[in-house]
């Protein structure tokens, strides 16, 4: 069955970097454009970043334009989110969804904080 995990998530100083991981599997994810959304505490869930199945194209949400990277290995059947220059309003639980399929993974939090 379709399975997206996660990870990567946890407390960073603003400024801050992380790389969050989904790790996919039960479906061909080389043929699946991918995308990341966030949740954050008492708001909507909204869009991050997108990816096209061969990685030729992104789009990203102007809140996080010019500090996250959204990027993919079809040999590990993994997308990645790079996230430079965090700020505390990036606070959120960070999703990773596969569209063709409409599945999420659980999630992995991602807290910016001094």
């Known amino acids: 069955q379709v399975q997206l995990v996660e990870s990567g998530g946890g407390l960073v100083q603003p400024g801050g970097s992380l790389r969050l991981s989904c790790a996919a599997s039960?479906?061909?994810?080389?043929?699946?454009?991918m995308r990341w959304y966030r949740q954050a505490p008492e708001k909507e869930r909204e869009f991050v970043a997108s990816?096209?199945?061969?990685?030729?194209?992104?789009n990203y949400a102007h809140s996080v334009k010019g500090r996250f990277t959204i990027s993919r290995d079809n040999a590990k059947n993994t997308v990645y989110l790079q996230m430079n220059s965090l700020k505390p309003e990036d606070t959120a639980v960070y999703y990773c969804?596969?569209?063709?399929?409409?599945?999420w993974g659980q999630g992995t939090q991602v807290t910016v904080s001094s």
């Open positions: 969804y596969v569209i063709a399929y409409d599945y």
């Open positions: 039960g479906f061909p994810f080389s043929n699946s454009p």
């Open positions: 990816i096209t199945s061969i990685g030729g194209n992104t």
